[in-house]
T-cell receptor, first 113, second 113 residues
Framework: DQQVKQNSPSLSVQEGRISILNCDYTNSMFDYFLWYKKYPAEGPTFLISISSIKDKNEDGRFTVFLNKSAKHLSLHIVPSQPGDSAVYFCAASASNSGYALNFGKGTSLLVTP | KAGVTQTPRYLIKTRGQQVTLSCSPISGHRSVSWYQQTPGQGLQFLFEYFSETQRNKGNFPGRFSGRQFSNSRSEMNVSTLELGDSALYLC????????????FGPGTRLLVL
């Protein structure tokens, strides 16, 4: 049963514009959320995280927003760059279940020049 | 700091054989988690070890097992390999801390023929 869902398998954005990647979750016990970026033949690279006590976290061009009532989070990349082209995974964990990460199936982002 | 390392990077086995994969976490990290990535199922949690004890386990058959040594290095074993075990096996480590952000290695690509 998929507890973390990324409903858009792919997204194409022009360089310089904003990329918005979305993620929905079903388990209300999740209290820590992360975004990972993955290139082919490499392991996921940690991008940014947010705990359930916050609704926004920024790190440079990356901002994650959390809407607990809607069980929804999003990753904003501004401005998008061609090097951002990769698969982005949303993940969630619950502190009462050993911090096992539950991943979405990923969104493939293509940033075109 | 050196990142998470995994050996071997690639492996070919035949059905019925067994395989052992190795993971060395980031220095100072005491938690090691294992994940399986397949095209159909995405990234799925296998198990997590902390201070040589398994403290969380995903929904995989008993053919999948692991252990952690006193230096935090971890091994994962799959016995009686099946074709469906072909996947990218990822190891992630995290430090002791409530955020528990996990950092991934490059993975071991296993092909079962």
């Amino acid at each position: 049963d998929q507890q973390v869902k990324q409903n858009s398998p792919s997204l194409s954005v022009q360089e310089g514009r904003i990329s918005i990647l979305n993620c929905d979750y079903t388990n209300s016990m999740f209290d820590y959320f992360l975004w990972y970026k993955k290139y082919p033949a490499e392991g996921p690279t940690f991008l940014i995280s947010i705990s359930s006590i916050k609704d926004k976290n920024e790190d440079g061009r990356f901002t994650v927003f959390l809407n607990k009532s809607a069980k929804h989070l999003s990753l904003h990349i501004v401005p998008s760059q061609p090097g951002d082209s990769a698969v982005y995974f949303c993940a969630a964990s619950a502190s009462n279940s050993g911090y096992a990460l539950n991943f979405g199936k990923g969104t493939s982002l293509l940033v075109t020049p | 700091k050196a990142g998470v390392t995994q050996t071997p990077r690639y492996l070919i086995k035949t059905r019925g054989q067994q395989v052992t994969l190795s993971c060395s976490p980031i220095s100072g990290h005491r938690s090691v988690s294992w994940y399986q990535q397949t095209p159909g199922q995405g990234l799925q949690f296998l198990f997590e070890y902390f201070s040589e004890t398994q403290r969380n386990k995903g929904n995989f058959p008993g053919r999948f097992s692991g252990r952690q040594f006193s230096n935090s290095r971890s091994e994962m074993n799959v016995s009686t390999l099946e074709l469906g075990d072909s996947a990218l096996y990822l190891c992630a480590s995290s430090s002791v801390g409530w955020t528990e952000t996990q950092y991934f290695g490059p993975g071991t690509r296993l092909l079962v023929l």
